[in-house]
């Protein structure tokens, strides 16, 4: 048990490198760098934007306390780019922005997929378009999958406590390293914002990923193909001796520029693809209740998931209403595949989001034979009320 | 409601009057001292003094799912403004606390506290301390809920170490101040 500042080792002598094990008592920001300094953090290319400042404002405090290095860019492409750069040295590197900033970024982000380079970016999601509004959202959930140019598919959570903004952090970075690709945590003001307990396990118990190395398969550096041998190619640091050809047009295996090849080019996107949507059932994880019983149900992400469990707990509790929970934790890749094998058949499916109306889209997509009607519940700018989703249910259910 | 101990706290009034602090120490209370769940959530305009803040704590023995205020227990309105947007949201049989220097007007048969917090911080040398002195007066109202000493060792972990004494202090005050109106033992 533990309530002192992060600063303070437990005795109050000098700084703590990591976060002590026990209870705590955090904001969603804290938890974010917390959980990305367990996890190997070494890197962060940070501008600031409400309401992503405080992840960068923590880890410009912390980084320095763990050896690790902070840099504050002019924008947010050259602190995405920070990203990139760090990556291919070794360390693992993160950044935190916002709607504006996070449209900045996609040309990063695309680069990232095609030169599979691992990084970690949070979006704390603000109201738009432009620069909108500075309440919470869910508005970037389909720009994180399709803002950034070309055939690129990306992994992407939504974290709906402070909990998860500690544990995705560090799922985002496993993620991250293991299948070398940017993963995004879509975050939302409201979660980001939060205070709440925080357990930090043992630090023994905390699971933590480090990228697959041609040393560790026993390649030769002559050998060595940045975006060959496998799946998942091994990705060796600049330094490590090895020669590495990095490159963001259509690539040969051995890094070479592949033009007027697009044999070769569909083989590597076809790669890209199969890596993440090929194994989306491994990647992708969802949350769900009362789904042995449901007549209808109500599928939601992020924050929203607590106001919807809240909602639909009331809704069978006081109404009698036979509905189940479903919570998309990855939002992509899709778990299309999970939700078909759980959900057999339903009368309504009700996707309440802070939009209106994105990922109900998918949704519809892959469950349009298992129901009677998907039907979506909007809110811009802040969470639905339990009230809201309740009334909506009812309406529609006519209880 | 489904969940019998979820305890809903809103506090409100103006950027710089140390709203987002309450929330945090109260958070920190509940759940680090108290061994509760509590989320403590916050808002406020683009404006870093003055405008509109707001500041909520959900407790509950329970996990607690939607994070924001429904019908809040008690309210916490250091400005008219405040009270006026928020009065409607307590709950029936919920108590009010105010700063009767900067809430004039209390809609009638609202069970409703006192504590002049700006002025008490003001006579302790500096009004930043006047969210201590609520915090003192909210101790005193959730007498049977918190120990007084879980939110005074809430406050002294989050204020800076040289003005832990004079915040105790204040705490001290606003504990006395509603203390004294609810009969506790002083």
Same mark, same amino acid.
């Given at each position: 048990?533990?309530?002192?500042?992060?600063?303070?080792? *437990?005795?109050?002598?000098?700084?703590?490198?990591?976060?002590?094990?026990?209870?705590? @008592?955090?904001?969603?920001?804290?938890?974010?760098?917390?959980?990305?300094?367990?996890?190997?953090?070494?890197?962060?290319?940070?501008? #600031?934007?409400?309401?992503?400042? !405080?992840?960068?404002?923590?880890?410009? +405090?912390?980084?320095?306390?763990?050896?690790?290095?902070?840099?504050? =860019?002019?924008?947010?492409?050259?602190?995405?780019?920070?990203?990139?750069?760090?990556?291919?040295?070794?360390?693992?590197?993160?950044?935190?922005?916002?709607?504006?900033?996070?449209?900045?970024?996609?040309?990063?982000?695309?680069?990232?997929?095609?030169?599979?380079? #691992?990084?970690?970016?949070?979006?704390?999601?603000?109201?738009?378009?432009?620069?909108? @509004?500075?309440?919470?959202?869910?508005?970037?959930?389909? *720009?994180?999958?399709?803002?950034?140019?070309? !055939?690129?598919?990306?992994?992407?959570?939504?974290?709906?406590?402070?909990?998860? =903004?500690?544990?995705?952090?560090?799922?985002?970075?496993?993620?991250?390293?293991?299948?070398?690709?940017?993963?995004?945590?879509?975050?939302?003001?409201?979660?980001?914002?939060?205070?709440?307990?925080?357990?930090?396990?043992?630090?023994?118990?905390?699971?933590?990923?480090?990228?697959?190395?041609?040393?560790?398969?026993?390649?030769?550096?002559?050998?060595?193909?940045?975006?060959?041998?496998?799946?998942?190619? #091994?990705?060796?640091?600049?330094?490590?001796?090895?020669?590495?050809?990095?490159?963001?047009?259509?690539?040969?295996?051995?890094?070479?520029?592949?033009? @007027?090849?697009?044999? =070769?080019? +569909?083989?590597?996107?076809?790669?890209?693809?199969?890596?993440?949507?090929?194994?989306?059932?491994?990647?992708?994880?969802?949350?769900?209740?009362?789904?042995?019983?449901?007549?209808?149900?109500?599928?939601? @992400?992020?924050?929203?998931?607590?106001?919807?469990? !809240?909602?639909?707990?009331?809704? +069978? !509790?006081?109404?009698?209403?036979?509905?189940?929970?479903?919570?998309?934790?990855?939002?992509?890749?899709?778990?299309?595949?999970?939700?078909?094998?759980?959900?057999?058949?339903?009368?309504?499916?009700?996707? #309440?989001?802070?939009?209106?109306?994105?990922?109900?889209?998918?949704?519809?997509?892959?469950?349009?034979?298992?129901?009677?009607?998907?039907?979506?519940?909007?809110?811009?700018?802040?969470?639905?009320?339990?009230?809201?989703?309740?009334?909506?249910?009812?309406?529609?259910?006519?209880? | 409601?489904?969940?019998?101990?979820?305890?809903?706290?809103?506090?409100?009034?103006?950027?710089?009057?140390?709203?987002?602090? /309450?929330?945090?120490?109260?958070?920190?209370?509940?759940?680090?001292?108290?061994?509760?769940?509590?989320?403590?959530?916050?808002?406020?305009?683009?404006?870093?003094?003055?405008?509109?803040?707001?500041?909520?704590?959900?407790?509950?023995?329970?996990?607690?799912?939607?994070?924001?205020?429904?019908?809040?227990?008690?309210?916490?309105?250091?400005?008219?403004?405040?009270?006026?947007?928020?009065?409607?949201?307590?709950?029936?049989?919920?108590?009010?606390?105010?700063?009767?220097?900067?809430?004039?007007?209390?809609?009638?048969?609202?069970?409703?506290?006192?504590?002049?917090?700006?002025?008490?911080?003001?006579?302790?040398?500096?009004?930043?301390?006047?969210?201590?002195?609520?915090?003192?007066?909210?101790?005193?109202?959730?007498?049977?809920?918190?120990?007084?000493?879980?939110?005074?060792?809430?406050?002294?972990?989050?204020?800076?170490?040289?003005?832990?004494?004079?915040?105790?202090?204040?705490?001290?005050?606003?504990?006395?101040?509603?203390?004294?109106?609810?009969?506790?033992? /002083?």
């Amino acid at each position: 048990m533990s309530g002192a500042p992060l600063e303070k080792k *437990q005795d109050g002598t000098g700084p703590a490198a990591l976060i002590s094990s026990g209870r705590h @008592y955090l904001e969603g920001s804290e938890a974010c760098v917390e959980g990305a300094l367990i996890a190997g953090l070494k890197v962060y290319g940070g501008y #600031p934007i409400t309401p992503a400042s !405080e992840i960068m404002e923590h880890a410009a +405090r912390r980084l320095p306390m763990v050896g690790g290095r902070f840099i504050q =860019m002019e924008d947010e492409i050259s602190a995405a780019c920070t990203l990139v750069g760090a990556s291919w040295a070794g360390g693992k590197a993160m950044t935190a922005t916002s709607g504006p900033g996070f449209s900045l970024m996609q040309e990063t982000i695309s680069f990232s997929i095609m030169t599979e380079t #691992p990084l970690v970016i949070v979006d704390v999601q603000r109201p738009g378009p432009g620069q909108g @509004y500075i309440t919470t959202s869910q508005e970037d959930v389909m *720009q994180a999958r399709w803002g950034h140019h070309g !055939e690129g598919p990306i992994i992407a959570l939504a974290p709906s406590s402070v909990q998860d =903004m500690f544990d995705f952090t560090i799922e985002a970075f496993n993620l991250s390293e293991t299948w070398r690709t940017p993963v995004l945590i879509m975050a939302e003001e409201t979660v980001a914002h939060m205070r709440e307990g925080l357990f930090v396990p043992d630090l023994d118990q905390i699971k933590v990923v480090l990228r697959k190395k041609p040393q560790d398969l026993g390649i030769a550096p002559q050998d060595y193909q940045p975006y060959g041998h496998d799946l998942v190619p #091994p990705l060796a640091d600049f330094g490590d001796g090895y020669n590495i050809n990095h490159v963001s047009l259509a690539h040969h295996p051995d890094g070479n520029v592949a033009n @007027y090849n697009l044999d =070769m080019h +569909r083989k590597n996107i076809d790669r890209l693809h199969d890596k993440i949507e090929g194994n989306a059932d491994v990647i992708a994880r969802t949350e769900s209740r009362f789904l042995e019983d449901c007549e209808h149900l109500l599928i939601c @992400y992020g924050t929203v998931a607590r106001t919807g469990l !809240e909602a639909i707990m009331e809704a +069978r !509790e006081t109404h009698g209403i036979k509905i189940g929970f479903l919570r998309l934790v990855t939002l992509w890749p899709f778990p299309q595949s999970l939700l078909r094998k759980r959900i057999k058949k339903v009368g309504t499916i009700f996707v #309440p989001e802070m939009n209106l109306g994105m990922m109900m889209h998918p949704i519809t997509e892959a469950l349009r034979d298992r129901c009677d009607q998907v039907v979506s519940i909007p809110s811009i700018g802040a969470l639905h009320s339990p009230e809201a989703l309740l009334e909506k249910i009812r309406e529609v259910v006519k209880c | 409601m489904s969940d019998s101990t979820r305890f809903e706290i809103r506090i409100a009034g103006f950027g710089g009057q140390g709203v987002v602090t /309450i929330g945090k120490v109260l958070g920190q209370a509940f759940t680090i001292h108290e061994g509760l769940n509590s989320v403590n959530t916050r808002s406020y305009g683009p404006e870093s003094r003055g405008g509109a803040c707001r500041s909520e704590v959900v407790v509950s023995r329970s996990e607690i799912y939607y994070p924001g205020v429904r019908n809040a227990d008690i309210l916490v309105a250091l400005s008219q403004t405040a009270l006026d947007a928020y009065i409607s949201d307590l709950k029936d049989g919920g108590i009010l606390l105010i700063d009767p220097n900067a809430v004039k007007k209390v809609p009638k048969g609202v069970c409703f506290y006192e504590v002049p917090a700006m002025e008490i911080a003001h006579e302790l040398g500096s009004v930043k301390y006047q969210n201590a002195v609520a915090l003192g007066a909210l101790a005193a109202i959730l007498n049977s809920r918190i120990k007084k000493e879980s939110l005074a060792q809430a406050i002294a972990e989050n204020v800076p170490p040289k003005t832990i004494e004079k915040n105790i202090a204040a705490f001290e005050k606003g504990w006395a101040h509603v203390g004294a109106a609810l009969s506790l033992v /002083i």
